[in-house]
């Protein structure tokens, strides 16, 4: 995902909701992009209605950044949301793909030009679809597991791979 041609792009990073600003602060922080804030409200489970946009979005690429993608309402909402504010284009990253039942036609079916999640969650081949990128996080991890049992930093581990 933070490989050069994303870092030379007009991108903004957005958080779906509120409780995300610290996650996608930590990526804007990441590839030197302004963040943006999604501020919506649930008035019941799995309905969102979004209430307004903070951040400057027209004319950007917007990456939202989530920690799981359920059902594919928020996320899809929101980009529909960015791209009426002037996104120009809007990908979506999750660490857990549930993608809980039509889930994944909906994501292939929307507005969203790729969804980037991580293999935290096996995927069945029913719910991949050729939006989909999946990135592996095992190797990670396993650095992560040896640095712990070295003794060594975990977070400059962390530092190394941004």
């Known amino acids: 995902l933070i490989d050069q041609h ?7 990073v957005v958080s779906p909701d509120v409780a995300g600003v610290t996650r996608a602060r930590a990526l804007a922080e990441m590839l030197n992009s302004p ?4 501020a919506k409200r649930r008035p ?29 309402g928020s996320i899809i909402q929101g980009a529909e949301a960015l791209l009426k504010r002037g996104a120009v284009d809007v990908m979506a990253s ?3 793909p549930v993608f809980s039942g039509n889930a994944a036609q909906r994501l292939q079916d929307s507005v969203i030009s790729q969804v980037i999640t991580l293999d935290t969650i096996p995927i069945p081949s029913e719910r991949q679809f050729p ?11 396993a650095e992560a ?3 712990i049992h070295l003794n060594v930093s ?3 581990l962390f530092n190394e791979w941004r």
């Open 6 to 12: 994303l870092q030379e792009q007009d991108i903004v």
């Open 94 to 96: 999750c660490t857990h």
């Open 154 to 156: 975990v977070s400059s």
């Open 44 to 72: 019941e489970p799995n309905k969102v209605d979004i209430v307004e946009i903070i951040g400057d979005v027209e004319g950007k690429r917007c990456i939202m950044i989530d920690d799981m993608i359920d059902t594919g």
């Open 35 to 38: 963040l943006a804030i999604i």
């Open 131 to 141: 939006k989909l990128t999946v990135l592996q996080i095992a190797p990670l991890v």
């Open 145 to 147: 597991i040896r640095r």
